[in-house]
């Protein structure tokens, strides 16, 4: 069995632009892999369900990744190089219940669109540089 990159290992790239084609990847696990590059445009045309990539170099913004991805119940981006802000569109995805966004760089406020996330029963924006407060709306839910 093939083991994991150590931290000594070399980063390397995923060409995540091979998986565009492929019309039922529900399932993205590429977490724990010293992955570098930027998240494409094109999963947002993809039927993802749960998206795990957690704990790579991932560096860009999250603005197109997702904008599409109305099916999204986990999106584990944490512990990455990520930058900008959550978007708007995050409050379309109203299946979403795991939302990891944190230790990267993202910034701006925290969106009231997140507001709209009903189902929503873990987030994790913890050690990025968001601005304000905390929105009422999740810090009254049970379970977050």
């Not at 069995?1 to 492929?22: I, T």
């Not at 986990?74 to 219940?97: A, F, K, P, R, Y």
């Not at 873990?122 to 810090?139: A, E, Q, V």
């Amino acid at each position: 069995m093939p083991s994991r990159p150590s931290q000594k290992q070399k980063n390397f790239r995923v060409n995540f632009n091979l998986m565009c084609n492929v019309s039922s990847l529900q399932v993205f696990d590429l977490s724990e892999n010293i992955i570098t590059g930027t998240l494409p445009s094109c999963f947002s045309s993809l039927p993802l369900v749960h998206v795990y990539l957690s704990q790579n170099k991932l560096q860009g913004s999250l603005e197109d990744a997702f904008h599409n991805s109305f099916e999204l119940i986990t999106l584990d981006l944490s512990h990455n190089q990520l930058t900008s802000n959550i978007s708007e569109w995050i409050g379309e995805v109203s299946h979403m219940s795991f939302l990891l966004l944190g230790y990267n760089n993202l910034e701006g406020r925290i969106p009231i669109q997140l507001c709209k996330l009903e189902k929503l029963s873990f987030i994790d924006l913890s050690h990025d540089k968001f601005s304000g407060h905390i929105l009422p709306c999740l810090r009254f839910r049970s379970g977050i």
